[in-house]
C-alpha cells in the first residue's frame, strides 16, 4: 500500500510538472520574440522541470539536469542564384566546396545537368554554423555574376525552450521512477513501476529528438548554391495554379491528338487493301449463267 500511494503521486507529480511547463512557455507565442521573452520562458521552463522534486530525492535529480539553452534559436536558409564562365561549373563548385570548409560547413549533396550542345547548370546544398553565414554568402557571392538570392530566417527559441523544459522535467521523473523500482518491496509494485517508467520513456525519446532536431537546424544554416553557364536556363519558376491547369490541358490535347494520329496511320493501309480487295472481287469476279425458265405446263380443264 505504501509503495502504491508512492507511484500515484509520482504520477500525479508528473502531471503538475508538465501543466507549469506548458504555462511557462505560453509567455511567448510568436517565433520572433525577443532574448528578453526567451530568458522569462526559460525561467518558467526551469520551475517546471523541478516541480516533480517533491517526491523524495527527486529535487537532486532534478537540478543535476541541465534545463534550457537560453542562446537564441535561428533557422536561417539562403539560396544564390549566380551565372558563371563557360565550362566552369565544374571547377566553380570545387571553389564553393574550398570556402564552405574554410567556414567550417559541411556539404550536403549536389546535381549537375549537361544537355547536349547546351549550357550546362545545377545546384548544390551546404550547412554552415549559424554564426558563419554571412561570411560564407558573402565570400561564394564572388564564383559568379550575382542574380539574385532568396533568404529566409525562423526564430524557433520559444519553441526550443518549451521543449527543452518539458524534457528536463520528464528526465527528472524518470529518475524518481527508476529509485521507485529500487525500492519495490512486490512484483505487483514492479509492474506498476514499469509500466509508467516506460510511458515517462518514451516521452524523453519523443521531445529528445524534437530538440535534436532544432538545435542542429539552429547550429546549422543552410544555402544553396544555384549555378549556370551563359545561355542556361538556371531554376525553373514555379508556375501559378492557372499555369499548371493550363499546361496540363495542353500536354493532354497533345495526347490526344498523338493518339489520333496514331490511329489514322494504322488505319489508312488497312483501309486501301479493304478497297483493293473490294474492286479485284468484283473485277475477276466470274459472269452469272444465263437460266432460261422452263414453260409451265397448261392447267388441266
Known sequence: ???????????????????????????????????????SNAGSGGRAASAPAGGGGASEAAASVQLVDLGNRIVRKATLDLEVGQAKLNDTIDRAAAIVTEHQGLYVSSSTEVPKDQPAHGQVTFRVPVDAFEGTLRDLKGLGRYRGEQSSSEDVT???????????????Q??????????????????????????????????????????????????????????????????????????????GLGTIAAAALVLVVWLVPFGLLGLIAMWAFRRFRPPAADVALADRPPAPN
Not at 9 to 34: D, F, N, Q, Y
Not at 158 to 172: C, E, M, V
Not at 218 to 232: K, N, R, V, W
Open 1 to 39: 500500500m505504501r509503495m502504491g500511494r508512492r507511484v500515484l503521486a509520482a504520477g500525479a507529480l508528473t502531471v503538475a510538472a508538465l501543466l507549469v511547463a506548458g504555462c511557462g512557455a505560453g509567455g511567448g507565442e510568436s517565433a520572433g520574440g525577443s532574448t528578453d521573452v526567451a530568458r
Open 158 to 172: 520559444t519553441q526550443y525552450i518549451d521543449l527543452s523544459g518539458q524534457l528536463a522535467a520528464w528526465r527528472a
Open 174 to 251: 524518470e529518475k524518481v521512477f527508476l529509485r521507485l523500482v529500487g525500492e519495490a518491496k512486490s512484483i505487483g509494485d514492479v509492474i506498476s513501476i514499469q509500466n509508467q517508467l516506460q510511458s515517462v520513456q518514451s516521452n524523453i525519446n519523443r521531445l529528445q529528438g524534437q530538440v535534436n532536431f532544432l538545435r542542429d537546424q539552429s547550429s546549422f544554416s543552410t544555402i544553396e548554391l544555384d549555378l549556370s553557364e551563359p545561355g542556361a536556363g538556371g531554376r525553373t519558376v514555379p508556375q501559378s495554379r492557372f499555369a499548371k491547369a493550363w499546361s496540363t490541358a495542353v500536354d
